[in-house]
């Protein structure tokens, strides 16, 4: 499968599996990409496979949810701090 083909797939799982609009996936995936997450699988093709496409889906969409975490958990922090 392309480049191209791997990543459309993969925010199409993102949409199925963890009903997230177009655009919030498709800001996940283009984040993802922009922070080098998928050099390996443009360099090579046997990377860019459906089984893989769907692990990747889940980790993108994990760290998501543990970044949500770690601010709501700081901001509680920081809410709670005496001056």
Do not use: C, G, W
């Not at 459309?8 to 997230?20: A, N, P």
């Amino acid at each position: 499968m392309t480049y191209e083909a791997f990543l459309d797939e993969i925010t199409t799982l993102l949409t199925e599996i963890y009903d997230l609009d177009d655009e919030a996936a498709i800001k996940l995936v283009v984040d993802a990409q922009a922070n080098d997450y998928f050099v390996a699988h443009d360099d090579h093709e046997a990377m860019r496979t459906i089984e893989q496409a769907k692990k990747e889906a889940v980790a993108l969409f994990e760290a998501r949810q543990n970044k949500a975490q770690t601010q709501s958990r700081q901001q509680l922090r920081a809410r709670h701090k005496k001056p």
